[in-house]
Every structure is written in structure tokens, then in C-alpha cells.
């Protein structure tokens, strides 16, 4: 781990990919898709990191979580979970980092 995160590169690189076309399963953005909460906490997740409010993070993380071991993906979807599971990962080692400084 990096002591210090480049927020311009490591973590819009994810974000990119993360809401790429390509990337994010077919009717993602509706409310009644299965996968929709799992939209919402990732970017709820990039919101809070890019505002430095890290304190909401853990949550948001955990269900994340919870929804990729509730809700198990359909062919579409396999690869933004694994995506997903990558960028949790991820920032869950720079909130625990931050948090000891």
C-alpha cells in the first residue's frame, strides 16, 4: 500500500471503469434492478472519498458486501462485481491507512 493514494489517478481510474457503458450491466441505473443498490453504494462510496468524509465509507462497504453475498450475479454482471469486489478492497485499505495516521 502506497503511503500516499493519488486521488487523481488511482481512484478515477476505477470510477471510470466502474460507470464505463461497457462495464455497468444493462439497466443498471433503475431502481428496480437487482443491482441497483450495488450502484448506489459504490458511487456513494467515490462521493465520500473524493469529499474527504471518509467516516461513512465502512458502511457503505459493508453493504456492498452484503449485497454481492446476497444477490448473485447474472452472466451481465459477473464482471462489474468482480470489479466492484476489487475497488472495495481497495479503498477499504486507504480508509484503514488513513485512520491510523
Not at 24 to 40: D, E, G, V
Amino acid at each position: 500500500m502506497p503511503e500516499v493514494i493519488n486521488k487523481s489517478t488511482e481512484i478515477q481510474s476505477f470510477f471510470d471503469k466502474l460507470n464505463a457503458k461497457d462495464k455497468t450491466p444493462k439497466n443498471a441505473y433503475r431502481r428496480n434492478a437487482p443491482i441497483y443498490s450495488l450502484i448506489c453504494y459504490v458511487n456513494n462510496i467515490t462521493g465520500c472519498y473524493l469529499s474527504d468524509n471518509l467516516d461513512p465509507i465502512p458502511v457503505f462497504i459493508e453493504r456492498s458486501r452484503l449485497h454481492m453475498d446476497d444477490i448473485y450475479p447474472d452472466d451481465e454482471s459477473q464482471e462489474y462485481y468482480l470489479l466492484v469486489s476489487e475497488y472495495l478492497d481497495f479503498i477499504e485499505k486507504y480508509v484503514l491507512h488513513s485512520s491510523t495516521l
